[in-house]
């Protein structure tokens, strides 16, 4: 299954700093994981131990206001969830669902604080990509709320 892993990491925007070398190493602290539709990935609140990356099938975000829930975002192949949970192992801020059947890489924080400890430089690069995906995402929900804000003044 590593080489599997291997073939598919090349292709998730948050590994895009490692070189050729690094993919046999990180692999070794991964592990695939597979959903049915409907299944629950994680619920937001529950402690986060871990993120994902989805190689193929979708994923419903979901998040709860008051008394509702409401999927605030679907995601496909190629993506990644719970990047801060690997870095601060705080409480997930919503829940994941599989929207349809799922194949998933799936990255413990144990196990990426221990590619820290022996492998640091590769480790390094990895967060460099949360780092990006964080960054990127924070500048688009800024734009977002920027413009609902507009909107109703």
Not at 20 to 31: A, L, Q, R, S
Not at 58 to 84: N, P, Y
Not at 126 to 150: H, P
Request: charged residues 25%; aromatic residues 10%; glycine residues 6%.
């Amino acid at each position: 299954m590593s080489s599997t892993i291997e073939k598919i990491l090349p292709r998730l925007e948050v590994f895009n700093f490692l070189e050729e070398v690094d993919y046999p190493i990180i692999v070794k602290y991964m592990f695939s994981y597979d959903y049915d539709a409907g299944a629950y990935v994680f619920k937001e609140g529950t402690h986060g131990a871990y993120m994902f990356f989805i190689v193929s099938g979708e994923v419903e975000i979901i998040k709860q206001f008051d008394t509702s829930k409401h999927t605030i975002a679907k995601l496909g192949a190629g993506r990644s969830v719970g990047e801060m949970s690997l870095i601060d192992g705080a409480s997930r801020s919503a829940t994941a669902r599989a929207k349809t059947a799922l194949k998933l890489i799936v990255l413990k924080r144990e196990d990426f604080n221990k590619l820290n400890e022996e492998q640091p430089a590769v480790a390094n690069k990895v967060l460099m990509g949360i780092a990006s995906l964080l960054s990127t995402s924070l500048r688009d929900t800024n734009n977002r709320f920027t413009e609902k804000l507009l909107s109703i003044c």
